[in-house]
């Protein structure tokens, strides 16, 4: 069984702050473990995805995002925060030979203030 | 390249009405998806489908049809839809290269049941 939490519903920060969304998850095999972004009106997007190999993964706009298995995390992050970083951001985990059904968590939504 | 289209975008619905929602996908994908989001809920699997022909239960079957029958499209059916069904929906699609593969998904149908 795998499982994934993502802390804090709303994390608000000033633009040009650091952003740092928080994912932890649980799974009893390596994980595979991907960042989506939402826009407002809009689907899903990845953002950035770990797989295997290098454990800082960049992704799209400036975000990236580190695996640590010590500590079941890979909390998305990105130095500097501009308004249009404004979205719901999913992360989400399968893992080698399982099936084909992502865990999903509830999503974490980023205001960003001028 | 449209990826994955969903139709239509906006509906309102009457207690009882039934209706279908379609999506298609141009990416040759195997395993295809149909989500719904609330507000809090983050994602939640309605039904999916690993291949043309098929169609398993997800978190959340209740109230939903699905059809495959042609590879690219993926079918959501309400037969009697009710308020609780008011939602945004997604379809997603995948190849099944690997679970390390990145779902691809539409803009939604938003769907309200008065």
């Known amino acids: 069984a795998q499982s994934v939490t993502q802390l804090g519903s709303h994390v608000s920060v000033s633009e040009g702050a650091l952003v740092l969304l928080r994912c932890n998850y649980s799974?009893?095999?390596?994980?595979?473990l991907f960042w989506y972004v939402q826009y407002p009106n809009q689907g899903l997007q990845l953002l950035l995805k770990y797989t295997t190999g290098a454990t800082l993964v960049k992704g799209i706009n400036g975000f990236e995002a580190e695996f640590k298995k010590s500590e079941t995390s890979f909390h998305l992050t990105k130095p500097s925060a501009h308004m249009s970083d404004a979205a719901e951001y999913f992360c989400a985990v399968t893992r080698s030979g399982g099936s084909y059904i992502p865990t999903f968590g509830r999503g974490t939504s980023l205001i960003v203030h001028p | 390249n449209a990826g994955v289209t969903q139709t239509p975008k906006f509906r309102v619905l009457k207690t009882g009405q039934s209706m279908t929602l379609l999506c298609a996908q141009d990416?040759?994908?195997?395993?295809m998806y149909w989500y719904r989001q609330d507000p809090g809920m983050g994602l939640r699997l309605i039904h999916y489908s690993v291949g043309e022909g098929t169609t398993a239960k997800g978190e959340v079957p209740d109230g939903y049809n699905v059809s495959r029958l042609k590879k690219q499209n993926f079918l959501l059916g309400l037969e009697s839809a009710a308020p609780s069904q008011t939602s945004v929906y997604f379809c997603?699609?995948?190849?099944?290269?690997?679970?390390?593969?990145?779902?691809?998904f539409g803009d939604g149908t938003r769907l309200s049941i008065l």
């Open positions: 799974s009893s095999v390596p994980p595979y």
């Open positions: 997603a699609s995948t190849t099944p290269a690997g679970t390390n593969q990145p779902q691809h």
């Open positions: 990416m040759n994908h195997e395993y």
